[in-house]
């Protein structure tokens, strides 16, 4: 089992910069596929990112690409998502997410999620 807990939202003016942390305990997260998800109010969850356990590949939804950023410290156990060039429609709940690595299944550890709120 592994337990996830996100942190870092906030309020943010657009354009502003947030670093969202995933701090995982349980298992260690070398050995797993590590993503980020988000769910505005009225939509579905929607894939932002994510970082592959096999050489920390790294793959972006069209949307975030180039101003959000995933990054891991396996000493610290932890997952990161830096976002810079904030936009309203970047608000949303943001969910860390666990699987094993090289499985190709879907995420099946979930954290309870942070509010990312961008004000125009």
């Known amino acids: 089992q592994v337990q996830l807990v996100e942190s870092g939202g906030g309020l943010v003016q657009a354009g502003g910069s947030l670093r969202l942390s995933c701090a995982a305990s349980?298992?260690?997260?070398?050995?797993?596929?590590m993503g980020w998800f988000r769910q505005a109010p009225g939509k579905e969850r929607e894939f932002v990112g994510q970082?592959?356990?096999?050489?920390?590949?790294?793959h972006y939804a069209d949307s975030v690409r180039g101003r959000f950023t995933i990054s891991r410290d396996n000493a610290k156990n932890t997952m990161y998502l830096q976002m810079n060039s904030l936009k309203p429609d970047d608000t949303a709940v943001y969910y860390c997410?666990?699987?094993?690595?090289?499985?190709?299944?879907?995420?099946?550890?979930w954290g309870q999620g942070t509010q990312v709120t961008v004000s125009s």
């Open positions: 997410a666990a699987r094993p690595g090289g499985s190709a299944a879907s995420y099946n550890y």
């Open positions: 349980g298992r260690t997260i070398s050995g797993y596929d």
């Open positions: 970082m592959i356990a096999s050489f920390g590949r790294t």
